[in-house]
C-alpha cells in the first residue's frame, strides 16, 4: 500500500485546511485509515482515524473542528480542519492498517498554525 498526502500549507488561527491522502496498492486489505500529527520532541499522535465501515474516531481536543471523510470513488481519505488554533501547528501523517496489525505511513505534510 502506497499513501500520499498533501494539503499543508500556512494558514492563520481560526482558518481552515483539508488534508489529502491518496491511497494506491492492495487497498482490499485495509481495515481502517488514520491521521496522525507530530511535533517536535513528541511522539506522534492519533488525530482521526475511519474504518472500511465507515466508523470514525477523534482525539478529543480535534472533536468538533476536523473531520474525517473518504472517497471511496477517488481512493483518498480527506481531513476537513475548521477553527485551527496554534496548537494543531505539527507535521501531519496519513497511515493505513490491515488486520494483521501491518501499517503503512505517508510521508508528512506541514500544518502551521499562525497567531
Known amino acids: 500500500v502506497q499513501l500520499q498526502a498533501s494539503g499543508g500549507g500556512l494558514v492563520q488561527a481560526g482558518d481552515s485546511l483539508k488534508l489529502s491522502c491518496a491511497l494506491s496498492?492492495?487497498?482490499?486489505?485495509?481495515?481502517?485509515v488514520g491521521w496522525y500529527r507530530q511535533t517536535p520532541g513528541k511522539e506522534r499522535e492519533m488525530v482521526a482515524s475511519?474504518?472500511?465501515?465507515?466508523?470514525?474516531k477523534y482525539e478529543d481536543l480535534v472533536k468538533g473542528r476536523f473531520t474525517i471523510s473518504r472517497d471511496n470513488a477517488k481512493d483518498t481519505v480527506y481531513l476537513q480542519m475548521n477553527n485551527l488554533k496554534p496548537e494543531d501547528t505539527a507535521v501531519y501523517y496519513c497511515n493505513v492498517k490491515i488486520p494483521t496489525g501491518v501499517s503503512w505511513w505517508g510521508q508528512g505534510t506541514l500544518v502551521t498554525v499562525s497567531s
Open positions: 496498492g492492495s487497498l482490499f486489505m485495509v481495515k481502517s
Open positions: 475511519i474504518t472500511t465501515g465507515g466508523t470514525t
